[in-house]
């Protein structure tokens, strides 16, 4: 969907598909103590020399069953690496994304120049549309769709109709903010991929995006690496770029505008091609 979206003090065009590429600060990405945050540093100038539009940081695990992380721990994670960013990220014109669900860190983010809020739990935390209406800056927010929370969400899956239930709480979450006026070119969306799913409801999601897209905003995809790439290729979560990247290919095809990925310098070259061709 061309337009541009309001990233704080950067603005995201979204002529073409865009590539979100993730910076995992938690110590099951990397190995732990005070050697996460250079780890991630590098690993975040390395994504950006691979021509990430956008770097969404995140201080806490989602994955299921993942465990709880504290406001403080994940602030100290989150913080000093967004901070060591925001010059050359400003320079190259990359908003930076952080992934969070608490109020207090999306606000402790957005102080510290974050150009995106991403968040899995849609704002539905008690302060978090106040933390975003109330900010001094317009940054962007991504409302994404869970069922449950990430300890339990793969215990309890059953939809009617997976597709429309994602798009009816999308649209009362996009209701929310614009009730609390936060503008509509801040706005991006996401089905949220593997919460609280089963690969056949994933698929149906993909297979039918374009009911998401109807919505009218901007429709972020995170199919990266997921366990639904591995049950079909077969391959463990660190031999799954080809099928990751062709999920990425098939999202944009029915109309995502940007896909949260690890593996950003081969979905770039793909989204190139796909683009060649198109055009
Ligand atoms: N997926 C993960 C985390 N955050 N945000 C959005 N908007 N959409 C997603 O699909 C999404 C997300 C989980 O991905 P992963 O990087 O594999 O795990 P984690 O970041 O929890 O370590």
Redesign the pocket.
């Known amino acids: 969907m061309p337009g541009t979206l309001t990233c704080g003090a950067l603005r995201l065009a979204l002529d073409a598909p865009r590539v979100m590429g ?1 910076v ?1 600060v ?1 110590p099951d ?1 990397f190995s732990d103590g005070g050697r996460l945050a250079n780890a991630a540093l590098a690993h975040a100038r390395k994504l950006l020399d691979d021509g990430a539009h956008l770097l969404d940081i ?1 201080g806490e ?3 299921p069953g ?1 465990a709880a992380v504290s406001e403080q721990a994940e602030l100290e994670r989150v913080l000093p690496l967004l901070e060591a960013l925001r010059p050359e990220c400003d320079q190259r014109n990359v908003p930076i994304s952080v ?1 969070t669900r608490k109020p207090a860190v999306m606000r402790a983010a957005i102080a510290a120049g974050a150009g995106m809020i ?1 968040d ?1 739990e849609a704002l539905r935390a008690s302060g978090a549309i106040d933390a975003i209406a109330g900010a001094t800056s317009p940054v962007a927010v ?1 409302l ?1 769709h869970m069922k449950g929370e990430p300890a339990t969400m793969q215990q309890f899956v059953d939809y009617d109709d997976v597709v429309a239930e994602v798009v009816l709480f999308l649209r009362e979450r996009i209701d929310a903010c614009r009730s609390a006026r936060i503008a509509a070119d801040r706005l991006v969306v ?1 089905p ?3 919460f609280g799913k089963t690969v056949h409801h994933n698929l149906a999601l993909l297979r039918r995006l374009e009911q998401i897209v109807a919505l009218g905003y901007p429709v ?1 995809a ?1 199919l990266s ?2 366990a639904t790439i591995g049950v079909i290729t077969g391959r463990a979560v660190d031999d799954r770029v080809a099928g990751s990247v062709a999920a990425a290919l098939a999202a944009v095809a029915r109309g995502a505008s940007i896909v ?1 990925v690890h593996d950003v310098r081969e979905t770039v070259d793909a989204l190139k091609v796909w683009q060649a061709v198109n055009d």
């Open positions: 993730v995992n938690t990405s995140g695990s989602t994955r993942a992934d991403n899995v991504c994404m996401d949220g991929f593997g972020l995170g690496r997921k949260r």
